[in-house]
């Protein structure tokens, strides 16, 4: 049985508009899952159906076996009974008390004895790295230890879900970092159920089992963070994540990798893409949801863009081109270059550098281009090919 299961889940704040449009989310025992997307796409707000801080229009909220929201049967159970802890962007600790009397609070709420208080409150203490201070007021505190206070907080009662609500955004930026791997280190330790709403793409492949990719109030993927980088299902994803180069064409043929060039598999098809930009064909592996005729998105990452300064005796997805940008980023270069009428995004090792204007060979690894049909994002405007 899922930890956590969202079935047909709606919000819409003014009627007319969807913050969240008919979500179908299962998340597995022990897993923690990002809802990851930029401002507005519900990952929030989706987030706040579960904590029962909002209240759904349609669909349903289990948490293990128990139903806690369902407009369809009229149950609603408040968030103080639904058993989770959560942690929010601002550190939400009282000033006026200690870090201990913090923690505590949870459970002085539940009515616990002042002996379980007082060995669950130093054992989240403890997990935390926060054991020294637990005398100290929350004001005397760093930004990181306060958020340390607010995580111990919600996990004292032994909560059956965490969420958390860009917990991080506060916090500069190498402790960011550090807080990310704390974390997902705790949370492995634990092996509570976990939910994380984030805006930011690194965060989310640091923390996740899997990432749930929000876009306009619906679910644009889901996968673990590998597959979501290197196999995205949509313009949006392939953008959203990480740094993509996107390429139009159209599908001029589906053929054996043994009729193109011998550097590719065999047996294998692929798809000839024909692109009026680059000015001339290139191949990828075939989809089979797309056939001859459909028009294409190739989304192929920097990294799989290789520049020579010879040609070399590759056959397939060579293109002649010119650097016209080149910025050295410290372990790396990164290069634009111009292609016909594409401009394409790579990276290359400072060992080997190109000035602007060189004239460069440009090779595409066809294994790790992703076709995406032409209308598989629901923010893209149709560019005639």
Request: charge should be neutral; aromatic fraction near 6%.
């Amino acid at each position: 049985m899922p930890s956590v299961r969202l079935e047909n889940l709606s919000k819409s704040f003014d009627g007319k508009h969807m913050a969240v449009c008919h979500v179908d989310l299962d998340i597995r025992d022990g897993e923690l899952i990002t809802l990851l997307g930029p401002s507005g796409c519900g990952k929030t707000t989706t987030l706040r159906m579960i904590a029962g801080l909002e209240e759904n229009d349609t669909g349903t909220v289990w948490i293990g076996d128990r139903i806690v929201s369902s407009k369809e049967k009229r149950i609603f159970v408040q968030p103080e009974r639904r058993n989770i802890g959560m942690v929010f962007q601002s550190y939400a600790v009282w000033p006026h008390m200690t870090i201990f009397e913090n923690v505590a609070y949870p459970l002085h709420v539940r009515r616990r004895p002042k002996n379980e208080v007082k060995s669950k409150v130093r054992e989240a203490l403890a997990l935390l790295g926060l054991e020294e201070l637990e005398s100290r007021l929350a004001t005397q505190l760093s930004g990181g230890q306060q958020q340390r206070v607010a995580i111990a907080r919600a996990l004292v009662f032994d909560p059956q879900l965490l969420l958390f609500d860009e917990p991080l955004s506060n916090l500069d930026a190498k402790l960011r970092e550090r807080m990310r791997f704390e974390l997902r280190q705790l949370q492995r330790r634990l092996k509570t159920t976990a939910i994380y709403v984030t805006h930011d793409q690194n965060e989310s492949m640091v923390l996740s089992d899997r990432i749930v990719v929000m876009n306009s109030g619906r679910i644009e993927q889901i996968g673990p963070p590998r597959e979501i980088y290197e196999r995205p299902r949509s313009r949006f994803v392939s953008e959203f994540i990480g740094v993509t180069n996107s390429v139009l064409g159209r599908v001029r043929e589906v053929v054996l990798g043994s009729s193109i060039g011998s550097e590719l598999e065999p047996a294998s098809q692929y798809l000839a893409i024909e692109s009026k930009d680059l000015g001339e064909a290139v191949y990828c592996r075939a989809d089979p949801e797309l056939e001859k005729g459909d028009k294409v998105i190739l989304s192929v990452r920097p990294e799989h863009i290789t520049l020579s300064a010879q040609r070399g005796s590759r056959v397939t997805n060579v293109f002649y081109g010119e650097v016209v940008l080149a910025a050295y980023v410290g372990n790396q270069i990164e290069y634009e270059v111009k292609i016909g009428g594409q401009h394409l995004r790579t990276l290359a090792n400072p060992s080997h550098e190109f000035q602007v204007g060189s004239k460069v060979w440009v090779d595409l690894s066809a294994g790790a281009i992703v076709p995406l049909p032409k209308t598989a994002s629901v923010q893209e405007q149709d560019t005639e090919l």
